[in-house]
């Protein structure tokens, strides 16, 4: 991923909702299990000795994601920020039910009750990638849940049905690959590849 502009995503350690396989938004603040923690500390370990160019962690406010992301900004010795816009989805009344009973109700696309729209999670989330525009050069790894790397993957690389796994990484380069699908406007933002 070097030359051309980039950035790592990494989603969080394992929690209690994705052992027993339930949803778990941006509106639920739940831990990290302790294999969660294992996890990420094993994640970190293997990014920093990819040397993969990192020179700063910008982790979501939520403890999953924090504690992953300060986790990965310790083991490569870099600052750690945080970010808002990397907030899972809020899921309202869709929180804590099984996700097989909630996958056809988000290949529907409906918005859960008390919850946000796909459309403006993911308004939300490409606003903050462009908001990267000042740190790239710094190569930073975003740290979020699996809704965000959902949109990264589907809406800014066109890899729609990819789905990541607890602290799976992914590095995701600026000017290569095919054209990433026409936003809201009909505007074509960057070409975007992405790499596990």
Do not use: Y
């Not at 991923?1 to 639920?28: I, Y």
């Amino acid at each position: 991923m070097s030359g051309a502009a980039s950035f790592h995503f990494a989603r969080h350690g394992q929690t209690a909702d994705n052992l027993r396989g339930v949803r778990c938004g941006g509106d639920r603040d739940v831990p990290l299990t302790d294999a969660g923690v294992a996890q990420a500390r094993a994640a970190a370990e293997r990014f920093r000795k990819s040397g993969a160019p990192c020179g700063l962690v910008i982790a979501g406010p939520l403890e999953r994601t924090a504690v992953t992301g300060a986790l990965f900004a310790e083991a490569l010795g870099v600052p750690l920020a945080e970010r808002g816009w990397l907030r899972e989805r809020a899921l309202g009344d869709w929180n804590g039910v099984a996700i097989d009973v909630t996958r056809p109700w988000f290949a529907a696309g409906r918005t859960p009750p008390g919850g946000e729209s796909e459309e403006d999670f993911a308004a939300r989330v490409l606003a903050g990638v462009a908001e990267l525009e000042d740190v790239l050069d710094r190569r930073p790894l975003l740290v979020g849940s699996k809704g965000i790397g959902r949109i990264l993957l589907h809406r800014l690389a066109g890899r729609p049905g990819v789905e990541l796994g607890n602290c799976d990484v992914v590095g995701f380069a600026r000017g290569a690959g095919p054209a990433s699908p026409p936003d809201g406007d009909g505007a074509e933002r960057p070409l975007w590849r992405c790499d596990r």
